[in-house]
């Protein structure tokens, strides 16, 4: 099938293309050249593609569907979709062997692109500011790249896209519903980082971002008050600043501070009149911590907190807590295997450490609570052009930074496989 949007614009991504990287063979392989210039331009533009039609999680229609186009038009096979507009390829080697995954997430952000090159967005209020339209661009060439040397393949390798990376709980929860896991032994994914320069790779073991639960607690006492006469009624709006500042301290008196958390309070909402003290008062934020015990146990504080000093000021407390991602918790020998391949193509210098974990998320997590993974922080600024913040709306990414990572990332799958990279 032919997608009318890619021959409106003119760009013909969905041509096939032959000249796809062949991977090291075992030990004493030389070192890898650099991807074909077929490849690179082929990867560019599946990215601008995707870049010009953005879509929001679970409505990744066009893009799931130029995804399976692509890979099938180069003969591979694609199950899907499952988790709505999700899809996975699985490149089946000669040998028998373990499966392992790689993930590309497919969703764009609910605003306006303000970049002005010919491959903005075309859907006004929409746009690729995470980098999702790389991370599937990267997915296809890891999956061409794997089917091309599947001879030399000791396993399988799954290739995911995934929907919804940036809802709550995250696409990534409907995809293991609907098996895209299963015996899945590993599983790897990148993310852009406009913060690392184009060609250097950020790989940590550990916790490398953080989990985010969204809260929101609603103070209620029956009937209005008079502001003249507070005491004669419950004064909610009282109520739930006394609670906001007790959650507030919970981070640095019952948290533990050798590990990262932080709880902020984003909205309030309360009565409308200057004099009536409100029925209720609402307010809501999120938890975030790179710790799982952590996140148990400020989870119980903020509903206790909430509901104990409601009830002891004479108000009730109902309680939201939403659970979304996990924390990425990189595998330590995946993370240490993953540098040694990068040092072998791409040199020493390629690898760098992340000192710290972001307290932002990512719904990677998921998998990680069901198999070992890694995500690695690909570079890829190269200019104040591409070194807008993720979710800025000028955000921007060098594409030179896209055929060199999905080689990467496919050399990684096949050394793992191959068990030979540690
Ligand atoms: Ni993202």
Redesign the pocket.
């Known amino acids: 099938m032919v997608f009318p949007q890619t021959q409106r614009n003119g760009l013909k991504p969905l041509r096939v293309i032959t000249d796809i990287p062949v991977l090291n063979g075992p030990s004493g392989a030389p070192e890898s050249a650099p991807p074909p210039e077929e490849f690179a331009a082929f990867l560019r533009d599946v990215r601008r593609w995707i870049h010009r039609h953005p879509e929001p999680g679970f409505e990744e229609r066009e893009t799931s569907a130029f995804a399976r186009d692509v890979l099938e038009r180069h003969g591979l096979v694609v199950t899907g979709p499952l988790a709505t507009t999700g899809l996975y390829a699985d490149i089946r080697g000669a040998e028998d062997g373990p499966v392992l995954a790689y993930r590309a ?1 497919m969703d764009a952000l609910p605003i306006q692109d303000a970049k002005s090159v010919e491959y903005a967005s075309e859907r006004p209020g929409f746009a690729h500011l ?3 339209d790389a ?1 599937t661009a990267v997915g296809i060439g890891v999956a061409l790249i794997l089917h091309r040397n599947r001879a030399r393949l000791r396993g399988t390798a799954r290739v995911l896209f995934q929907p919804d ?2 809802g709550a709980p995250g696409g990534a929860v409907d995809m293991i519903r609907d098996g895209a896991l299963d015996g899945v032994q590993g599983i790897y994914a990148i ?2 980082d406009p913060t690392l320069p184009v060609g250097a790779y950020g790989v940590q073991e550990g916790a490398i971002t953080s989990s985010t639960d969204r809260f929101s607690i609603t103070v209620k006492a029956p009937g209005t008050g008079h502001s003249a006469r507070p005491h004669e009624t419950v004064d909610t709006v009282w109520v739930a600043s006394q609670i906001i500042q007790a959650l507030y301290q919970l981070i640095g008196r019952f948290s533990d501070a050798r590990k990262a958390s932080v709880l902020t309070i984003c909205r309030f909402r309360a009565g409308d009149a200057y004099n009536v003290i409100p029925e209720q008062a609402e307010f809501g934020g999120t938890i975030r911590t790179t710790d799982p015990d952590e996140r148990a146990s400020i989870r119980s504080r903020v509903e206790r907190m909430a509901r104990e000093l409601a009830r002891l000021h004479g108000a009730e407390a109902d309680i939201d807590l939403l659970r979304g991602a996990p924390a990425v918790r990189n595998d330590a020998d995946l993370a240490r295997r993953a540098a040694s391949v990068i040092q072998s193509l791409y040199g020493a210098e390629a690898v760098l450490p992340i000192p710290l974990p972001s307290m932002g998320s ?1 719904d990677f997590g998921h998998y990680l609570e069901k198999a070992p993974g890694l995500l690695v922080r690909a570079g890829t600024c190269s200019g104040p052009e591409t070194a807008w913040p ?1 979710h800025n709306a000028r955000f921007d990414i060098d594409e030179s930074a896209l055929a060199p990572a999905a080689a990467l990332m496919a050399h990684i799958l096949c050394a793992h496989l191959d068990g030979e990279a540690a």
Do not use: Q, R, S
């Open positions: 997430d995470c980098g999702h991370h990376e940036e993310h852009v990512e993720l």
